[in-house]
């Protein structure tokens, strides 16, 4: 053939073409396979579905009599009547000293530096399918702690870890008894 070789009855572009993809049966072949493994893998993905984990923040709030800074539930449909400290849940692209500067200037108007968050607990909660709960201890801040928020509570109150409130939520009343203890890390409800 002229301008062009001829081997086994495939011109030279044809063979640049298959040594880039191989001979057309075996990239058929290969294709099958791929889309095969393909389908494979999105079965055991969908198959393994993560759980998001939610994150919660607690302050403990604490004055220079030792005593913790309490909220009482009203109007929220869930343990109105107990009490909580401040607390709420990590926002998106926000770290834990973050989400709990933010929610004390929210629920109860005090500002918070960083340098003034010390860790106390983590709790891995089973409600909502498993959660997380950090609490974090503050003896300084800026302001006086006010009622930010009259429509999710209608007092804010001090206790003493040892005179806490009879009504509370549980997993918070437990929390407390292992920050009392000195544990870090405890689950609840597994």
């Not at 030279?12 to 072949?29: K, L, N």
């Not at 396979?33 to 055991?44: D, F, L, P």
């Not at 001090?158 to 405890?186: N, Q, V």
Request: net charge negative; with cysteine; charged share 25%.
């Amino acid at each position: 053939m002229e301008g062009g070789l001829v081997r086994h009855g495939v011109s030279d572009s044809d063979a640049a073409d298959q040594v880039v993809h191989g001979p057309p049966m075996a990239y058929g072949r290969a294709r099958v396979h791929v889309e095969r493994i393909e389908r494979e893998v999105e079965m055991a993905v969908a198959s393994t579905e993560r759980h998001t984990l939610i994150g919660d923040v607690h302050l403990l709030l604490t004055d220079d009599q030792g005593r913790i800074l309490f909220g009482r539930r009203a109007g929220t449909g869930y343990a109105d009547g107990a009490f909580h400290p401040p607390s709420g849940h990590l926002e998106a692209e926000e770290s834990v000293v973050e989400a709990l500067r933010r929610e004390a200037a929210e629920e109860i108007g005090v500002h918070i530096a960083p340098e003034d968050v010390e860790f106390a607990h983590i709790m891995h909660n089973s409600s909502s399918g498993g959660r997380v709960a950090f609490f974090f201890q503050v003896r300084q801040w800026e302001g006086e702690p006010t009622n930010m928020e009259p429509d999710k509570c209608d007092a804010l109150e001090w206790f003493t870890a040892d005179a806490l409130p009879a009504d509370m939520i549980p997993y918070c009343r437990e929390a407390l008894g292992h920050i009392s203890s000195g544990k870090s890390l405890s689950l609840f409800g597994w």
